[in-house]
């Protein structure tokens, strides 16, 4: 799950079909001598480069304290409340990170243990911020237990434009911290849900990097 590639793999069809596009538009442009194909060749440029952008697999490094829940995707933290509805069955704290087109959309283990459920479950689609998404839209949980029998939950939720969850864990498989899990296409969020005696870390509105931003500390 956890590649050392320089782009998602879930994101070649689309660099190939964007590159191909330009290549191909390029190349009629220049062989007959078509000055108004340089128009669609340069929206064609500007767009492979947004993909190849958009699905970047940038190498992180999660911290040296192992009790550190490190964030699942890179963007803006929305939400951060103790919450009673949630995927554990009990109140726990949720903490939600909302993933703009401009973040890379790779999303990693918030900490190491064993898959003990993953759900998925088709919905609506919502703007991933609105506060409906957590609960309407299409979206993929997995439960985790870590290996002082706590349980946490991370859970990918699709957006507005995004329509594709990837999500690659079964039950039983073991997660380890900053690994590689999953990707979500063109805009999301993902909330994370964790005993309600961990202090957090992070407030709205903070910065997230996926693997490497504390959320909280599970002692």
Known sequence: MNKSTPFAREGYPFIALSCGLTLLLAFLAWKFSFLILWVPVTLSFLAACFVLYFFRNPERRPPADEAAVVAPADGTVIVVEKVSETPLGCEALKISIFMSVF?????????????????????????????????ENECNGIILALDSGVRIAFVQIAGLIARRIISYPRVGDRLIRGERYGLIRFGSRVDVYLPVGVTPLVKIGDKTVAGETVLGRIV
């Not at 790779?106 to 919502?126: D, H, L, M, Q, W």
């Open 103 to 135: 973040n890379a959309h790779v999303n990693r283990a918030p900490f190491s243990g064993i898959v003990e459920g993953s759900t998925y479950k088709c919905g609506k689609f919502y703007d991933a911020r609105h506060g409906q998404a957590s609960f």
